[in-house]
């Protein structure tokens, strides 16, 4: 079952008595506590009907002791219980969630990973309860989904925005709604977000950022590359190392995929290495000017200056210059 047809059921006043979501994705479980939370019960039913217990504290008997008692002044009641993954003995929760009981709406987040399907609690689960399994988007769906997001909130988002916000934030669905919401609160009577809101807003430069740097990289564009590295050098907080490094081993290793590739279409290689299309005639421009020993050499010097970065075999050389040093090698 989706997100969206649970909260609209719930909406509805339509319940099931066990309610399971787990998985990698934190967004979607977070978004579906904090519903069941604060607008399942009216305010003042919560009082004597609502239950919140978190796993690494929770008491299994506590929160079965919970799950069976009846609602007060309410037709149901509510009982959460967050962090699962944490919560000791929780295969001791499979004789309620056999025999639930109708008036209590119990909300399990199992977040970060999923139980064993070979379990016994698993079974159960698909029998008994509503499940939500939630995965990680890939890189390539980041743009679409978070133009999906302004536009729910009845707004629109610039292509340049999306590519430079995405860019930065990376594939944090939190994050990116948490920035789309302030940058809402910023338009100042406007309904689209540019370019120039992300940069004041966000507080990532249009010109000096890590999608600019790995553009340089495409192209071999070394005097724009060590301007950028500086800008970094100057203003830490805008490209830490920690994002730099993951970034463009990323990118490197799509490009590396691309020498397997024997499809000469755009779009079906893009979608076998999971990237946009939009962004495809960088990562085959890097595979021409490069070559398949450069992306290995930039993988392999990516791998080094990663271990550099955290103090194997570096005296600590400042971050910046780290960077300059491993761009102009890759390049060379």
């Known amino acids: ?74 037709d149901k009641q509510v009982v959460i219980l967050k962090e699962a993954q944490q919560m000791k003995d929780i295969d001791k929760l499979e004789g309620y969630i056999e025999h639930p009981l109708p008036s209590t709406v119990l909300v399990v987040a199992h977040k970060e990973k999923k139980i064993d399907g070979r379990s016994k609690l698993s079974r159960l689960l698909k029998q008994h ?23 729910k909130k009845g707004y629109s988002i610039t292509r340049e925005a999306v590519i430079l916000l995405v860019e930065h934030i990376g594939n944090d669905l939190s994050r990116i709604n948490n920035e789309i919401n302030k940058l809402l609160l910023n338009l100042a009577g406007r309904t689209s977000i540019t370019v120039e809101d992300i940069e004041l807003y966000v507080g990532v430069s249009k010109e000096y950022n890590v999608f600019e740097l790995q553009e340089a990289l495409q192209r071999k564009d070394m005097a724009k590359a060590i301007r950028i590295i500086q800008y970094f050098g100057s203003n830490p907080k805008a490209a830490p190392l920690q994002m730099i490094l993951p970034s ?55 791998h080094e200056y990663n271990l550099r970065s955290v103090g194997v075999h570096d005296a600590g050389t400042e971050d910046a210059s780290l960077v300059k040093e491993m761009v102009w090698k890759i390049m060379q």
């Open 129 to 151: 309860a509503v499940v939500l399994s939630t995965r990680k988007l890939f890189e390539n769906q980041l743009p679409e989904w978070t133009v999906n997001q302004v536009q």
């Open 248 to 302: 463009l081993y990323g990118f490197f290793s799509k490009v590396y995929q691309l020498f397997g590739i024997q499809s000469q279409d755009e779009k079906a290689a893009a979608a076998a290495i999971g990237v946009n299309p939009y962004f495809m005639k960088g990562y085959l421009l890097a595979k021409k000017n490069y070559g398949f020993a450069g992306v290995e050499q930039a993988l392999l010097l990516l």
């Open 1 to 74: 079952m989706s997100i969206e047809k649970i909260i609209t059921d719930w909406k509805q006043k339509k319940f099931e008595p066990v309610y399971w979501l787990e998985g990698e994705e934190n967004f979607y479980i977070d978004q579906l506590v904090e519903y069941a939370e604060h607008h399942i019960l009216a305010e003042s039913e919560a009082g004597f009907n609502l239950s919140v217990f978190y796993g690494k504290d929770a008491v299994w008997s506590d929160l079965i002791n919970a799950c069976r008692r009846y609602p007060v002044f309410s």
